[in-house]
């Protein structure tokens, strides 16, 4: 009944908007001008505008990256996704075809990977090694160089620090398994409806900082609640408001990408994925979200202004001469290294980047709450990925949300960084093969997803 009455709105609404030439094509605005007219201009809390980002990205940083990401150190990611949902029972797993994530085979993935999961350089390695043995022992062996001793304690705390903003999957569990994020792309699977509703809901509900009184409409063709649901943002703090907008510029992203690669055509001969105009539309047109769609696109700004602040922070970490994209393979492992340098120097020369020094910039009590509120947050966050019903989507879900919790402890250690020695085992800050991967990678869907807007920007324009 409820649904019922849902889609009959749904379908006045769109007779009123064609009527009133809202619709289609016969508003005086173009449809391009209606999805990206308001994503123009300077962003909210930065002092960067699109157009730059725009420039930077599509044409300098998106193809190296792209080039970076099919590398075998970056294609496989290792992940548990038979972990159990740990909030409710009900999960649908999604039996659609589009869902299924194929694992690898344990001989595709390089020896260098498997053998060094959590590790990326030789003597990184030759360190976890007495390392584990050391815990085998029960206890850090006294007959290892002080050196090594200090570095032991450090990395073995390290996956409980409180400056991880993501709970570690488990990948030492039998059940997590190296997947190729090449072979297993982001795109339309179909997930939608309740389930994906619901997911969404409880991380804008449970860990946005918004006040309990407010509540977000889960059939989100409950029209009208909206409105009510994101005034309650204009009061909140710089930070707050931030942690917001960082998850609707997640949200975002992955629309689009759902949008670009949509299933056009699945016929028993061939599958053709591309871009669904219609789709994009929907989810973006000023006009047919009222107004919601613009503003979610400046969000997926904000985060990749984000994203892209981290890795320029985070240069001296692989600028150490002893770091290595360890695969095993020597020649290739020093090109890559070499690339991914190359690609975090072009994004230090960014011009405008965000200035997170506004960030709990206030009085240094409150700030620490903040932070760690935010810690709890996305560290909850990421807990609920492991209820996403389909797993394709909690593949790239899991593997975003640590690239974005990677960003942001990156953020939060800038101090440790600078301190790092030049050469040798940095003690205070260590990034983990896990999250070097998913950092990369989460920031390769964002910058995709800024390309894919100027490919809808001219697919809209070509459409009047
Ligand atoms: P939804 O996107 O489900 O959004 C629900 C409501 O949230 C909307 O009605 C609106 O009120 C609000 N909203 C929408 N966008 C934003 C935003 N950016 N910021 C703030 N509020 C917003 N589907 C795929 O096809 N492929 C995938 O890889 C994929 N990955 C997913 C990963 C996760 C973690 C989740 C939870 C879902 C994923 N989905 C994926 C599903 C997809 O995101 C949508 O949920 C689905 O397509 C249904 O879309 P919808 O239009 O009903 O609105």
Redesign the pocket.
């Known amino acids: 009944m409820g649904r019922g009455w849902g889609l009959l709105i749904g379908l006045l609404g769109a007779v009123w908007l064609l009527s009133s030439g809202h619709g289609g094509q016969q508003s005086s605005e173009t449809a391009a001008q209606r999805c990206f007219c308001q994503v123009s201009g300077y962003l909210d809390d930065c002092t960067c505008d699109v157009e730059t980002i725009d420039r930077f990205n599509n044409y300098r940083l998106f193809p190296r990256l792209q080039k970076l990401l099919e590398s075998d150190y970056f294609r496989y990611y290792k992940v548990n996704l038979k972990r159990p949902c740990p909030f409710w029972n009900d999960i649908s797993q999604c039996g659609r075809r589009d869902c299924a994530v194929k694992p690898c085979q344990s001989d595709e993935v390089p020896d260098g990977i498997k053998s060094a999961s959590y590790k990326y350089s030789e003597e990184a390695n030759n360190l976890l090694e007495e390392c584990e043995q050391a815990e085998r022992l029960g206890a850090v062996d006294e007959s290892l160089s002080e050196e090594t001793q200090k570095a032991v304690l450090q990395w073995t705390k390290h996956d409980d620090s409180s400056d991880n903003f993501c709970e570690a999957d488990d990948i030492q569990s039998p059940d997590a398994e190296y997947v190729d994020l090449l072979l297993n792309p ?8 309740p389930d ?2 619901k ?3 409880v ?2 509900e449970e860990n946005c900082f918004k006040p309990q009184t407010i509540k977000r ?1 889960l059939n ?1 063709l409950a029209s009208g609640q ?1 409105n009510t649901f994101y005034s309650w943002l204009e009061g909140l703090c710089v930070e707050k408001r931030a942690f917001y907008r960082l ?3 997640l ?2 992203s ?2 689009v ?2 949008s670009a690669r949509y299933l056009l055509q699945d016929t028993w001969l061939e599958k053709k994925w591309g871009h669904n105009i219609t789709e994009f539309q ?2 973006f047109d000023g006009i047919l979200t009222e107004g ?1 769609g613009p503003r ?1 696109l400046k ?1 997926l700004y904000f985060l990749y202004l984000i994203e892209l602040r981290a890795l320029s922070k985070v240069l001296p970490f692989f600028e150490r001469p002893d770091f290595q994209l360890f695969t095993g393979n020597k020649i290739q492992d020093a090109e890559n290294k070499m690339l991914l340098l190359e690609i975090l120097h072009e994004i230090k020369s960014f011009p405008l980047h965000f200035d997170e020094n506004s960030f709990f910039a206030g009085d240094k009590k409150e700030a620490h709450k903040l932070k760690e509120d935010f810690r709890l947050h996305f560290r909850n966050i990421s807990r609920i ?1 492991d209820c ?1 019903g ?1 797993f ?3 593949l ?2 899991k593997l975003q949300t640590q690239g974005l919790g990677t960003a942001l402890k990156i953020l939060f250690s800038e101090k440790l960084i600078a301190n790092m020695p030049e050469s040798g085992p940095s003690y205070e800050f260590h990034l983990t093969r896990q999250e070097i991967v998913s950092l990369f990678n989460a920031f390769g869907r964002i910058s995709t997803s800024v390309k894919e807007l100027e490919n809808f920007r001219n697919l809209l324009q070509n459409i009047h």
């Open positions: 982001e795109r339309y699977t179909g997930y939608k409806g994906a509703w997911i969404w809901n991380i804008y409409p989100p909206e998850i609707s510029g949200h975002a992955i629309n990408h759902l929907q989810r919601e979610r969000n990925m996403v389909c394709k989507c909690r790239w879900g």
